[in-house]
C-alpha cells in the first residue's frame, strides 16, 4: 500500500468554487509535498509543508499538516479551469518522493 | 531558471526489444530519478542517481538499467520490453541529496510495446 495516499479519487467543483484535497500518511516526515500534474505534462510542486508547520499558504493555495492525525490537506479557493489536474500528497522515502495515487480534480465553468 | 528535457516524447517498441530513454537538467541539480507513473497507480520509483556515475535501485528497478555518464544526464534502459506495457516514465531532479528539497520533472516518455 501507499506511504502515502490521497482520500478521494476524484472531485468535481463548478469555477469560482472551493476545493479540497485530503492526504493520509504513514510514516514519520520531515516535510509533505502536494504536487498538481496537468495532462501532458510532469508533476509540479505546489506547496511543501515540514513537519513544524500546521498551514502553508502559496496564492490561492492553502496546506494545512497535523503531525497527530498523520493527514494533510490542499485546499483550493476561487477555483479556475485551468486548476483541472491531478494533485498529489508525496513524502520522501529512502532518496524518493513517494506519491499517492492523486485526486483529479476537475473544475467547470 | 532551469529545463528537464525527455527523449523521445513518445517510444513504440516491440516485444522483447531493448529501448533506452534520455533525460538532461540544466539546473545543474546533484540528484536525478526515473520514476514509472501507470494509470491508477501513482508514481513509482525506478532508479536514482546522487552525483555522476552514482547509481542507487529504487523499487521497481527489475527489468532496467540506469546510467549517469554525466551531472547533466540521466539515461534509462528498459531490458526487455514486455507486450502490452503501457506507461509514462518520469525523470526529475533535485538541487541536493536531502530529503525536503522540491522535486522538478521533465514532461515524460510515454511508452506502448505493441
Known amino acids: 500500500s501507499q506511504l502515502a495516499e490521497e482520500n478521494s479519487w476524484a472531485l468535481s467543483v463548478h469555477e469560482g468554487e472551493s476545493v479540497t484535497v485530503n492526504c493520509s500518511y504513514k510514516?514519520?516526515?520531515?516535510?509533505l509535498q502536494w504536487y498538481r500534474q496537468k495532462s501532458g505534462k510532469g508533476p509540479a510542486q505546489l506547496i511543501l509543508?515540514?513537519?513544524?508547520?500546521r498551514e502553508k499558504r502559496n496564492g490561492r493555495l492553502r496546506a494545512t499538516l497535523d503531525t497527530s492525525s498523520q493527514s494533510s490537506s490542499l485546499s483550493i479557493t476561487a477555483t479556475r479551469c485551468e486548476d483541472t489536474a491531478v494533485y498529489f500528497c508525496?513524502?520522501?522515502?529512502?532518496?524518493?518522493?513517494?506519491f499517492g495515487l492523486g485526486t483529479r480534480v476537475s473544475v467547470f465553468p | 531558471g532551469g529545463i528537464i528535457t525527455q527523449t523521445p516524447k513518445f517510444l513504440i517498441g516491440q516485444e522483447g526489444q531493448k529501448l533506452t530513454l534520455k533525460c538532461q537538467q540544466n539546473?545543474?541539480?546533484?540528484?536525478m530519478y526515473w520514476y514509472r507513473q501507470d494509470s491508477g497507480k501513482g508514481l513509482r520509483l525506478i532508479y536514482y542517481?546522487?552525483?555522476?556515475?552514482?547509481?542507487q535501485k529504487g523499487d521497481l528497478s527489475e527489468g532496467y538499467d540506469a546510467s549517469r555518464e554525466k551531472k547533466s544526464s540521466f539515461s534509462l534502459t528498459v531490458t526487455s520490453a514486455q507486450k502490452n506495457e503501457m506507461a509514462v516514465f518520469l525523470c526529475?531532479?533535485?538541487?541536493?541529496?536531502?530529503?525536503?528539497?522540491?522535486?522538478?520533472f521533465g514532461p515524460g516518455t510515454r511508452l506502448l510495446v505493441l
Open positions: 508525496a513524502t520522501y522515502y529512502a532518496q524518493g518522493l513517494t
Open positions: 510514516t514519520s516526515i520531515t516535510a
Open positions: 509543508i515540514r513537519s513544524n508547520e
Open positions: 539546473f545543474n541539480h546533484d540528484t
Open positions: 542517481s546522487i552525483t555522476e556515475n552514482d547509481l
Open positions: 526529475a531532479s533535485h538541487r541536493g541529496t536531502g530529503n525536503q528539497d522540491t522535486q522538478y
